[in-house]
């Protein structure tokens, strides 16, 4: 007989059972068949391994219930029930091992029908998944100790997703707002936001995600009874190794009491400011009197004390004049006069007027090109009157000064060049703030508020200009500003 056909198929099945048999056994799972009408039960060895039995062990259906945990047998239950209609068993749960330890275990199965479409049998396969259970129940208990800790803040905390949407809110911002959660989903967190401010805020926040950058910005929100406070909001991007942004961590953090203290600090440098500016006029008036008077007279100690006096009342009325344009800043009444004149003229008389009252200087300039720009005069001149003392001030040793002025496409760009202590390159971002001042062992020894510059960046930004320091601590500093030229 030949049975050649016989032998090479009976050799293939072997294979593939060999094949099955190595699948399996790499993939850690215990087979299983259970007959559905006599309730026999077949397993492999890692089926008995997975429920903690030792190796060989004859075990019946009815037992390996016992194993399962009393509160999990429902879902065993349901499990099959769904399994006899749909074909497919599917579950996850709990048994405990004769020494006690729980353990979890996935099961997958399929049904075989009779002829009769009965159930007959059912075969399956477990996997042990304690491990994975425990990572998980990790990374809730850990998810869950970051929520507690942004509800324990008094700050509102949220987070967003890579595109910036909203996510997560603590329970500060639900107290706050008195918005419940569904209430901030369907409307958004934009509600809560001031409505003169949303424009602003769209913008600074896409701004950060499109850029990656850190976001930082002022804005009212609304409380629950209806009164809007100031919040200062501040979000950075979660990026992982790849510098990919996985998400926004963001706080915003009440300042309304701040912001009030700062309106009557406004208000008291306004007042003040102009209550001394009458006396002080009065008192410089009558030294002058005083001045010519005694011009001619042999006292040289009354001459040189009217002498510093005169200089110092210089000093407060220069100061009083800074706090003056401060509090018009603020309440953005700094009005520009503008008219037509030629820049270089005006560099040359500042120049001039600046070397008069520090003979010891040297302040190179030679513009000598005409430059027409249409700005406010008195302004433009008080800012480079800003840089030139400034530059005199920061520069005790080194004397020489280079002022320039060229012309870059539309603008003429100013710059006033020293060789004085410099900026650290943190501070060269600062100093245009209102009252930052450079802390430091040198800058004590000198006098000033930190207000010139701000005064000066704000009148270049009312001329739609730009204005910006490039310096190197120990060698020096170069301030510059640009502005529009005069259009043709
Ligand atoms: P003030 O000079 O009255 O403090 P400013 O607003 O004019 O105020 O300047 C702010 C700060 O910037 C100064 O305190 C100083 O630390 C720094 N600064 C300004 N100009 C220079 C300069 N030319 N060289 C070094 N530091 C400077």
């Known amino acids: 007989m030949d049975i050649h056909d016989r032998v090479i198929s009976q050799k293939k099945l072997k294979e593939d059972e060999e094949r099955l048999n190595i699948v399996i056994k790499a993939s850690d799972l215990g087979t299983w068949e259970l007959n559905l009408i006599t309730d026999e039960f077949h397993y492999s060895e890692r089926f008995l391994e997975i429920f903690g039995m030792e190796q060989g062990k004859d075990l019946m259906h009815n037992e390996l219930l016992t ?45 075989f029908y009779t002829d009769h479409n009965q159930p007959q049998k059912l075969i399956g396969t477990t996997r042990d998944i304690t491990a994975e259970k425990h990572y998980q129940q990790k990374l809730e208990e850990r998810e869950q100790k970051f929520r507690l800790l942004a509800d324990s803040m008094p700050q509102l905390v949220w987070t967003g997703d890579a595109d910036g949407n909203l996510n997560f809110f603590s329970q500060a911002v639900y107290v706050y707002s008195g918005l419940s959660k569904e209430e901030i989903e369907k409307e958004g967190w934009l509600q809560i936001v001031h409505p003169d401010d949303r424009e602003e805020n769209i913008k ?28 200062l909001s501040r979000a950075i991007p979660q990026k992982d190794e790849a510098g990919k942004i996985q998400m926004w961590v963001g706080t915003s953090t ?80 700094l009005v520009l006069n503008k008219e037509d004149f030629e820049i270089n ?74 060789s004085g202590i410099g900026i650290s390159k943190p501070d060269q971002q600062k100093i245009f703030e ?25 009148i270049i930004k009312r001329h739609h200009g730009q204005i910006w320091v490039t310096s190197e601590p120990e060698k020096g500093s170069t301030f510059f500003f640009s502005i529009p030229l005069k259009n043709k």
């Open 434 to 458: 209102r009252f930052y001042r450079v802390e430091g062992k040198n800058e004590k020894t000198f006098p000033g508020f930190g207000i010139g510059l701000f005064i000066a960046s704000e």
């Open 254 to 333: 009440d300042i309304q009491e701040m912001k009030e203290q700062d309106q009557q600090k406004d208000f008291f440098i306004s007042m003040a400011s102009h209550e001394l500016k009458t006396p002080i006029t009065s008192i410089k008036g009558y030294v002058q009197i005083l001045q010519s008077t005694y011009q001619k007279s042999e006292d040289g100690f009354l001459k040189n004390s009217l002498r510093i006096i005169d200089k110092q009342i210089l000093t407060l009325t220069n100061l009083i004049a800074d706090l003056l344009d401060l509090s018009k800043i603020k309440s953005g009444s």
């Open 345 to 418: 003229e005006l560099i040359q008389e500042v120049v001039y007027e600046i070397t008069h009252i520090n003979p010891g200087y040297h302040i190179d300039f030679s513009g000598l090109n005409l430059v027409k720009v249409y700005a406010d005069k008195g302004r433009i001149g008080q800012v480079l009157i800003n840089f030139l003392t400034n530059a005199v001030k920061y520069s005790p040793e080194s004397k020489k000064i280079i002022v320039e002025s060229f012309i870059r496409e539309n603008e003429v760009i100013v710059s006033v060049e020293d």
């Open 67 to 111: 194993y399962f945990l009393a509160e999990d047998l429902p879902i065993r239950k349901k499990a099959f029930k769904d399994a006899y209609e749909t074909g497919v068993l599917y579950y996850i749960s709990r048994i405990m091992w004769q020494d006690k330890s729980i353990h979890w275990i996935e099961n997958k199965g399929k049904v």
């Open 204 to 231: 600074a926040w896409e701004y950060a995600i499109t850029t990656g950058t850190d976001f930082i910005f002022e804005h009212r929100f609304k409380r629950y009874d209806g009164v809007y406070r100031w919040q």
